[in-house]
């Protein structure tokens, strides 16, 4: 089995089917069978340093290139410390995509919610910009019409259109014995 892992900053589902499709598609066309491949993402999180300097450092601004050794074995100073994109005063567009499919596979598991109770199951009551975030994204949901707005000011529900991932319930299944005088 053939095993192809991706290093990226966080990606949204899409993007990663997308990638994924044509890594498949790639490997098809040199004879691997897709069936035979895996395709792991895994996020990037580690500062890279290469000789002359700081390349690349997770969670912030660029710093100005720091002097690295040469020396075999050298490790650099502490990494980075990676902030919460809660408390950040702004979240990357990846970081906004991944809360968008966050809540549309909540609206899909409930098969409705206000936003009260998206800020609740996606653990944001406690961050201010919540609230205007989550109607931005409800306002996108409705106009690409996967979902359907309810109600009015603090009663607004929203409501998803497609097959819901709702549990059935479970119908007990009465069995009765046929007599033998039944044809």
């Known amino acids: 089995m053939a095993m192809v892992v991706i290093h990226t900053p966080p990606l ?3 993007q990663k089917e997308r990638i994924g499709d044509r890594v498949l598609e790639a490997l098809h066309h040199e004879g691997v069978a897709a069936s035979s491949v895996v395709v792991l993402f895994k996020v990037e999180n580690a500062d890279i ?4 300097g700081l390349l690349h450092e997770v969670g912030g601004a660029r710093p100005q290139a720091q002097p690295v050794s040469s020396s075999p074995g050298f490790i650099p100073g502490p990494p ?3 902030q919460d994109f809660k408390t950040k005063a702004r979240r990357s567009r990846q970081e906004l995509d991944d809360l968008k499919s966050k809540l549309v596979a909540l609206l899909q598991d409930r098969g409705a919610l206000s936003s009260f109770e998206a800020q609740d199951a996606l653990q944001l009551t406690d961050c201010d910009w919540a609230p205007a975030t ?3 994204f409800f306002a996108e949901l409705e106009a690409e019409g996967v979902i359907l707005k309810q109600g009015q000011k603090r009663g607004t529900r929203y409501v998803w259109k497609g097959v819901a991932n709702l549990p059935h319930p479970h119908v007990a299944v009465k069995l009765v014995k046929k007599d033998e ?3």
């Open 80 to 82: 980075a410390i990676v």
């Open 49 to 52: 340093y290469l000789e002359g």
């Open 12 to 14: 949204s589902r899409a």
């Open 181 to 183: 005088g039944e044809a």
């Open 134 to 136: 989550l109607r931005r």
